[in-house]
């Protein structure tokens, strides 16, 4: 289980992969595209299904952990916002809990609209789903 990691890189992981569970938990019912993108950040992040079964479980109870460095604090909120757009459905609850975990990221409430807009208007004009990292970087000095 999460015992493999050092102690605080286990609790930055199991932090941001809750916040994500809590996402796709916040209209009380998860897609297979929720599902998918959860699995695929479970290899990303080196968790197996007994760490995703346990986070899952228990996303409302494990303690908010913000990362030390500016990039780890990008790659969460981005990684948060996609989540939100996953299943082409913007839900007002789980932009709020977006917003909210933002702020404790230290990034003003503005910068999920800003995500949100910037990765609609990509999958409109290319059909990714992904910003280029200049992209990205930018709309965060804006924020």
Do not use: W
């Amino acid at each position: 289980m999460l015992e493999r990691f050092e102690p605080a890189h286990a609790a930055k992981v199991k932090s941001h992969f809750a916040n994500l569970c809590q996402l796709a938990l916040a209209d009380a019912f998860v897609t297979k595209d929720e599902l998918e993108y959860l699995n695929k950040l479970c290899s990303n992040f080196n968790l197996d299904k007994e760490d995703f079964d346990y986070i899952m479980d228990n996303a409302y109870s494990i303690p908010f952990y913000a990362p030390k460095t500016s990039m780890e604090r990008l790659e969460q909120i981005y990684d948060l916002v996609r989540m939100v757009l996953i299943d082409d459905i913007i839900d007002e609850r789980k932009v709020l809990l977006c917003v909210e975990v933002a702020e404790k990221l230290g990034f003003k409430a503005h910068v999920v609209g800003d995500l949100i807009k910037a990765l609609v208007n990509v999958s409109e004009e290319t059909g990714e789903d992904t910003l280029p990292e200049d992209d990205l970087q930018l709309i965060l000095k804006e924020g």
